[in-house]
């Protein structure tokens, strides 16, 4: 059975939460003083898949273009670059304040609102809304007032501030990329749906810089939509839980020539994880920058098509869009439960186990195996249990392949390769293991 499709219901958000928490994937931070809300800690295994998530990315915006170079700028920048780019001025919520217990709300969270009101009798009383930037403020240097700057809102910005040096110390020439993987912070008033909405986030961003053309600015929009679908389809998402929601011209940022979001179907509603955004001119204008064709001379301003996406957004789809369950081959009460994880994306690629703990050569020969995969690959030990029990616990963290070394593999040095989703097993010999599973993980 799948819940994604059968039994989803509010139950399926807390089957993840409980996954996540229980086999280490992603905590509540600091978890111990009671947890700090709207920030998340990744666990061991967490931490693998969010690896993971950023390699494939990076391997797909950067290593497999040509136009496109990468990006590492610094998370607290002048604060000039946020008054030039509107933050300080744009990057605001009406928010306002109970009298009665001083919390505060979106002003046009109407949910949150009228659920707050109830905690008080059905009645509110409200300050008027005041403007609250979301840019979240730090205070740096040793001497009083100290200078105040901010963590960045975004990670864009740090491309733009760059556009120059990136152009003067590469070869790159329009149309041309620069991506870049960072994290950001928000100053959310309500954080929430697990990691969806949180404080601190990581984001995944190319800025495609091009010739303010509007047929084919508007061109390369498309492209982009339809290359960034792809990437999470061929990841695995199931197609028919994605959709564009284009905004419309009134809802769009006011320097958005078209902007569309790529939203996944998850149990809390359609949301939003990647935006595609034809921003114009607007940033380097901002920022006074210019380019200049190295063939022709001409000087313009370029335009920029963006593809912003969230790697803790994008995480959390992953787990959601590849748990299923399996009640017929459970234990006792507990259904079977599989993380169909591309096997590029699962934390560890391979299980080794010797079929029995207690038999010296089965375990030194499965250690060697181990010890060998493990040069390339993310291989975990497990020799607890029975060999059912082994399974069971490697398909709920998404363990693409399970190799048991047993009485056979010491005759004739074939072992057995098990397979998550099918369940099928088949033999492999022991020197052709590692090229076995770098054929599967280059499907
Ligand atoms: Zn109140």
Known sequence: MDVNKETLSLGAMEKITSLAKRRGFIFQGSEIYGGYQGFW??????????????????????????????????????PVVWDKSGHLKNFVEPL???????????????????????????????????????????????????????????ITQGVFVNFKNVTDSTRVKIPFGIAQIGKAFRNEITPGNFTFRSREFEQMELEYFVKPDEKRSKES?????????????????????????????????????????????????????????HRGDFDLGNHGLKYTDPE???????????????????????????????????????????????PRLAPYKVAVFPLLKNKLELVEKAREIYKTLKKDLNVVWDDRGNIGKRYFAQDEIGTPWCVTVDFESLDDGTVTVRDRDSAKQTRVDIDKLTNFFQTELSK
């Open 96 to 154: 306002i304040e109970c009298k009665t217990c001083h919390k505060r709300f979106k002003a046009d969270d109407e949910a949150s609102v009228q659920r707050h009101e109830k905690e008080h009798g059905g009645k509110g009383n409200w300050t008027e809304p005041k403007t609250f930037n979301n840019l979240t403020e730090v205070l740096l240097g040793t001497t009083e007032p100290k200078e105040k700057a901010y963590l960045r809102g975004e």
């Open 296 to 342: 022709t001379g001409e000087e313009y301003t370029p335009w920029v098509i963006e593809t912003s996406g969230g790697v803790d957004r994008a995480l959390l789809f992953f787990l959601i869009d590849s748990y299923f369950e399996d009640p017929s081959a459970g234990s006792g009460q507990v259904a079977r439960v599989i993380l169909k994880l591309h």
């Open 41 to 78: 800690d990744y666990g061991p295994l967490g931490t693998e898949l969010k690896k993971n998530i950023k390699n494939e990315w990076w391997k797909s915006m950067v290593y497999g273009r040509e136009d496109v170079v990468g990006l590492d700028a610094a998370i607290i920048m002048s």
């Open 221 to 277: 929009f498309e492209d982009w939509k339809e290359i960034r679908k792809k990437w999470y389809e061929d990841l695995g998402i199931d197609g028919k839980k994605l959709r564009f929601h284009d905004h419309e011209p009134d809802k769009r940022a006011h320097y958005a020539r078209y902007a569309t979001d790529l939203e996944y179907d998850a149990p809390f509603g359609w949301s939003e994880f990647e935006g595609i955004h």
